[in-house]
């Protein structure tokens, strides 16, 4: 299976409220990566956190990692309708030629 | 270049052909990947290229699989004797470096096979 898991798997909230997505992972990591991906196609880069960070921010996104549960949340704050896509976590493990993606949270931000 | 190319854009093809897939990666980016991703679904890791070597190919699914990469630059990912489950999105990503550093995706090639 893969290494890393959404949850949940779909979100729908209004227009202006908080977002908040997480990732669950299995093995030792050096950074953790959020994408976003609109209509099935590629994906855009949101932000990447270090294995020795706690939180990182960039515009209304935070980004939190905690290494001793394995997981990772993103918030997204006062949502907008263009907010509307899937969001995906990715890991790179400490050891290893692979990359790893989750199976994406379906946001959805009614206008 | 300005971003990560790939064509077809879309390619259908019958069962039992071969198809070829091709990404240009951005420019001065020495590291590049296939992803491929079914319908609904996560993007499942394919293989990397570091310059024109890929050290690990253990992510293809199978023989019929087979990608290279020339000049450090354009990659070709080619699927041989193509089968209805190898219908998918396959993305292509390229970064600056090798681990660490922000992919950049192409906009896919949409196989249909029928």
């Known amino acids: 299976s893969q290494q890393g898991e959404e949850d949940p798997q779909a979100l729908s909230i209004q227009e202006g409220e908080n977002a908040t997505m997480n990732c669950s992972y299995k093995?030792?990591?050096?950074?953790l990566q959020w994408y976003r991906q609109n209509s099935g196609r590629g994906l855009v880069h949101l932000i990447l956190i270090r294995s020795n960070e706690r939180e990182k921010h960039s515009g209304r996104l935070r980004v939190t990692l905690d290494t001793s549960k394995k997981s990772s949340s993103l918030l997204i704050t006062a949502s907008r309708a263009a907010d509307t896509a899937s969001y995906f976590c990715?890991?790179?493990?400490?050891?290893?030629?692979?990359?790893?993606f989750g199976t994406g949270t379906s946001l959805t931000v009614i206008p | 270049g300005a971003g990560v190319s790939q064509s077809p854009s879309n390619k259908v093809t019958e069962k039992g052909k071969d198809v070829e897939l091709r990404c240009d990666p951005i420019s001065g980016h020495t590291a590049l990947y296939w992803y491929r991703q079914s319908l609904g679904q996560g993007l499942e890791f394919l293989i990397y290229?570091?310059?024109?070597?890929?050290?690990?190919k253990s992510g293809l699914p199978s023989d019929r699989f087979s990608a290279e990469r020339t000049g450090g630059s354009v990659s070709t990912l080619t699927i041989q004797r193509t089968q209805q489950e190898d219908s998918a999105v396959y993305l292509c990503a390229s970064s600056l470096a090798w681990r660490s550093d922000t992919q950049y995706f192409g906009p896919g090639t949409r196989l249909t096979v029928l």
């Open positions: 290229f570091q310059g024109n070597s890929a050290p690990d």
């Open positions: 990715a890991t790179e493990p400490n050891t290893g030629n692979q990359f790893y």
């Open positions: 093995t030792s990591i050096n950074n």
